[in-house]
């Protein structure tokens, strides 16, 4: 059960697969929430839903900050360690770049692709419940696509998911999780504003009961995407 504190994060963080040829397994959310128009300023939105063991969580918020900066941010997968929340190492270990200019490279599903790459990460976490604390370390690789022109103009998306560790990845992966994938929108609404649209699933394999999972994920996943959300702007907004 301590290993679910800091999935949200780890989430983030996370093989170059043939990068225009296999299809996209994880589910997204490209595209503005219904919930958005209700925001105020700078509020972020967070929404917690679960089946079971499954959760989703997704949040939306308003930003004074670029969209390509926060894009650029989202993809600096080898600097997270400097500034992103219990990311104690991090590394991309294969990675493609393409030319949008002419959008003739896209994903499998019709997505103009910008970047591909596998990222490894390092997450340190002291857990805690009730009077038990334990360091739980996850070292995982994750598949990630970077998209632009998604579903608008100037528009960025970020979407991933777990991948196995191939023999020439030469770091270890000891995951503290099996099912995760997960996406960022992000749109540009004014100059030097945006507006960030995250989500996240997990497939949780526990014997804990499903209530107790509840209690445990209601009280840090939420605190967690905002934490995580305040690490990407302000990193942004520094460069």
Known sequence: MHRLVFFLIAAHCFSIANACAN???GETRFGISPESDFLAPNEVSVTLRHSGKKYWIEASTFVDVSAE????VSMDYDNYRSFAPYVKGSRIVEEQRFDTSNGQVKSADGHLLDRQ??????MEYIAR????KNKIISKTY??????????ADGDFAIRWHLTPRKSEWIHPAESAFSTLDGSWYILPVGPNRSYLRYFFKINVESIVPDGILEVVLSDSL???VRNLIDAIVKRANSL
Not at 69 to 72: H, R
Not at 129 to 132: E, P, R, T, V
């Open 117 to 122: 790459l596998v990222f490894w990460s390092r």
């Open 222 to 224: 939420e605190p967690g």
């Open 142 to 151: 994750v598949d990630v696509q970077g998209l632009r022109g998604v579903s």
């Open 69 to 72: 900066s926060i894009y650029k």
């Open 129 to 132: 419940f009730l009077f038990i």
């Open 23 to 25: 299809t996209w397994g």
